[in-house]
Every structure is written in structure tokens, then in C-alpha cells.
């Protein structure tokens, strides 16, 4: 039987390719752990070198990212970012700024770390993409 999903958080959770493999519980776990905002475009949401202090999953609009001033790629709805410095507590490896209107869904460290606690998978699906990142970084400065 199909259900609804309860809020539009988890709906628009379930969209996000690292959760669709939850369960509607799973996501509306998930869900209370975040708050949702809207930004402008131009917004830093991210800095290079500065501490990281959120976990972001991009809903709509566009950011772009550069490492050492130099754009690297557009995320687009469904991409998220900041998980690096939420996994180590330490610095952002990018810089990520709006190019459009964004709506987001942000979790501080505790937030996200009470969502990734929730699921093994989760953990597992943050740390592949992390490792997918940190190795195109890598193959673009060669």
C-alpha cells in the first residue's frame, strides 16, 4: 500500500538520491533533524579554509563550487555538501555559493550526526560520495 509521505521535508527528502533508499520513518527522522531556509543568489554558504558548521542538501536552485578559486562544478537540486566537515570538524575543502534562489535543508553537526547514527547506509552512501569527490578533486589538480 502506498502511503503519503507526512510533511513536505520528507517528501522532498525522499527525492534526494542519498535517501531514497529510507524508509518513510527513516526520512521523517531525517526530517526533524533539518531546517529548511531559503538564500539568495550570491550567498556564501561555504568557505575554504573556515570551519564548516552545517551539512546542506540543495532542494532547488543552483551553487557553485570552487577549491582555491576555481569552479570545480554546479550542484543542482538533490546535491548535497558540508558533509566533509561534518564527518571531521574540520575545515571546508570548497567554497560553495548560490548562483540562483536556493531552497535548502541544513543540519548542524549534532542535527546530521543524529541522522547518520540512524542509518548505517546513510553513513556508507556519505562516505562513498565523499571519497568520489576527494578522488575527481585530486584527478583535476594532476
Do not use: W
Not at 531546517?35 to 564548516?52: H, M, N, S, W, Y
Not at 562544478?73 to 536556493?102: C, H, N, Q, W, Y
Not at 543524529?114 to 560520495?129: P, R
Amino acid at each position: 500500500m502506498l502511503h503519503r509521505m507526512s510533511d513536505a521535508k520528507t517528501r522532498a527528502l525522499a527525492q534526494v538520491p542519498l535517501f531514497m533508499n529510507c524508509t518513510e520513518k527513516e526520512l521523517d527522522f531525517i526530517a526533524s533533524r533539518a531546517d529548511e531556509v531559503t538564500v539568495p543568489a550570491g550567498r556564501t554558504l561555504i568557505k575554504q579554509g573556515e570551519p564548516g558548521d552545517a551539512f546542506y542538501i540543495l532542494l532547488e536552485g543552483e551553487a557553485e563550487v570552487a577549491i582555491d578559486g576555481s569552479t570545480r562544478r554546479t550542484l543542482k537540486a538533490g546535491d548535497f555538501f558540508g558533509e566533509i566537515s561534518m564527518l571531521d570538524r574540520g575545515l571546508g575543502t570548497a567554497t560553495v555559493v548560490t548562483k540562483t534562489p536556493a531552497r535548502l535543508m541544513v543540519m548542524s553537526h549534532a542535527q546530521f550526526r543524529d541522522a547518520i547514527k540512524a542509518d548505517d547506509a546513510i553513513l556508507v552512501k556519505v562516505l562513498s560520495v565523499m571519497g568520489d569527490r576527494l578522488r575527481a578533486d585530486l584527478a583535476a589538480k594532476s
